[in-house]
């Protein structure tokens, strides 16, 4: 079992940044965030594999950043130039060597136009 606890949402005016936060339990082989908007599907954000690849929605290319200390098995998302529509509640997701998935509690984002 992994635990995850996220932290970093918050407020901020559109074209502002915040840096979100996931820690994990033990050892993990990707990081994932999504996040939801309200009345709207669960999106994939960005991911992140161990060996250091990345993928992004294209909705948040080249404003959103993902990387990862492994030795403090925790994941950053950078979010750069945020704009109302990237307000959600933000998931991180885990998936250990074994390939067994893990979910946080989510934060919060609220951008402000």
């Known amino acids: 079992q992994v635990q995850l606890v996220e932290s970093g949402g918050g407020l901020v005016q559109a074209g502002g940044s915040l840096r979100l936060s996931c820690e994990a339990s033990?050892?993990?082989?990707?990081f994932s965030w999504y996040r939801q908007a309200p009345g709207k599907q669960r999106e994939f954000v960005a991911r992140?594999?161990?060996?250091?690849?990345?993928n992004y929605a294209d909705s948040v290319k080249g404003r959103f950043t993902i990387s990862s200390d492994n030795a403090k098995n925790t994941v950053y998302l950078q979010m750069n130039n945020l704009k109302p529509e990237d307000t959600a509640v933000y998931y991180c997701n885990a998936q250990t060597w074994n390939l067994r998935d893990y979910g946080g509690q989510g934060t919060q984002v609220t951008v402000s136009s």
């Open positions: 992140i594999i161990n060996w250091g690849a990345t």
């Open positions: 033990g050892s993990t082989r990707s």
